[in-house]
């Protein structure tokens, strides 16, 4: 148990264009989810938390409207990159927090390459 | 506020030798640590979490951790390397709101 999904696993989308990325959670209901970023050969960063039915709350330094989340419902949240450049183009990685737990359950990630 | 600081960002051990991975924190509240692997593009596994209860902890896969708050600091050890070991691992702490901070990673490589 415990699974968490996202898709796509890799998209590529032209410069100012806009990606959406699903992150799912198959088999519990998680009223959080997270959402970080990787690149290459760096750490994750938290980017921001996002609460089902509610706006998200976002880390200093990361730009609300250019990365929209929604959580419309405890098993989905999206991540859509809006007006894509080249230096978004990242491992996006996002985790579920069980209703009645304290673990992050991670999904396997999405590989954003902007051209 | 909540921070991880991981010595050493690249580690290499003989197969069937100690692994020792280090990490130590900095916390305002009392933490909750855990220890991830992630394999090359693939999300993060959890090997292991510290929330209070016994300071020494087990983890998947012959892993174990231990807190000791005199020193800050949540080592991770497996006592004999197996090839499949071979990942980066990051060390991270969270307070209540369960927001992670992650360690820079250390990459474990695995000598034949």
């Known amino acids: 148990g415990a699974v968490v999904s996202q898709h796509p696993s890799r998209v590529i989308c032209k410069s100012g264009t806009s990606v959406k990325i699903e992150c799912r959670s198959l088999?519990?209901?998680?009223?959080?989810m997270f959402w970080y970023r990787q690149f290459p050969k760096q750490s994750l960063m938290l980017m921001a938390t996002?609460?089902?039915?509610?706006?998200?709350?976002?880390e200093q330094g990361v730009e609300k409207d250019k990365f929209l989340i929604n959580h419309a419902s405890l098993t989905l949240s999206t991540l859509t990159v809006t007006s894509a450049h080249p230096e978004d183009s990242s491992f996006y990685i996002c985790?579920?927090?069980?209703?009645?737990?304290?673990?992050?359950?991670f999904g396997p990630g999405t590989r954003l390459t902007v051209t | 506020a909540q921070s991880v600081t991981q010595l050493g960002s690249h580690v290499s051990v003989s197969e069937g030798a100690l692994v020792l991975l280090r990490c130590n924190y900095s916390?305002?509240?009392?933490?909750?640590l855990f220890w991830y692997v992630q394999y090359p593009n693939q999300g993060l596994q959890l090997l292991l979490k510290?929330?209070?209860?016994?300071?020494l902890v087990k983890g998947i896969n012959g892993f174990e951790a231990e807190f000791k708050k005199s020193e800050t600091s949540f080592h991770l050890t497996k006592p004999s390397a197996h090839m499949s070991d071979a990942a980066e691992y990051f060390c991270?702490?969270?307070?209540?709101?369960?927001?992670?901070?992650f360690g820079a990673g250390t990459t474990v490589t695995v000598r034949a």
């Open positions: 985790s579920a927090l069980k209703a009645t737990g304290d673990e992050q359950y």
């Open positions: 991270a702490v969270s307070g209540n709101d369960y927001k992670l901070s």
């Open positions: 916390s305002s509240v009392p933490p909750y």
């Open positions: 996002s609460n089902e039915g509610s706006k998200a709350t976002y």
């Open positions: 510290y929330t209070s209860a016994a300071t």
């Open positions: 088999d519990f209901q998680a009223t959080t």
